[in-house]
């Protein structure tokens, strides 16, 4: 589980230099995309994958990050309020939420059931 949030802390950071930086545009891209591809599935991921293989949790981790980036896209398209820097925001959001719920849910499992 640490490595796990080690790597999900690493690409964030990355990809918020990308975003916000003063980059050349190539490497803003370079540093943002392996978040945008995977990081926020993979939070919201983090409790309940011990029982998938690796191929499994790649897969689903891609598919809840742009399933998350889809609604969040056309909830901001809905609203008139496109913004990448805010699209980018609330990903962020979404991904510390997803820690925080498996890391919360994780702890309350680890917990001996009271007779």
């Known amino acids: ?38 990081v926020p599935g993979l939070a919201w991921l983090s409790g309940s994958a011990g029982n998938l293989n690796p191929m499994d949790q790649a897969i689903v981790s891609v598919a809840l990050t742009l399933a998350m980036e ?16 805010l699209a980018f925001g609330m990903l962020l959001a979404a991904t510390i939420a997803g820690l925080a719920c498996t890391w919360t849910n994780r702890r309350s499992a680890r917990r001996e059931p009271v007779d």
Do not use: E
């Open 1 to 38: 589980m640490v490595p796990r949030i080690f790597l999900i802390g690493v690409l964030a950071a990355a990809a918020l230099f990308g975003v916000y930086g003063d980059f050349p545009s190539s490497v803003r891209a370079l540093l943002a995309l392996p978040y945008l591809l995977a």
């Open 70 to 85: 889809t609604v969040l896209g056309t909830l901001l398209l809905m609203c008139g309020q496109w913004s990448t820097r």
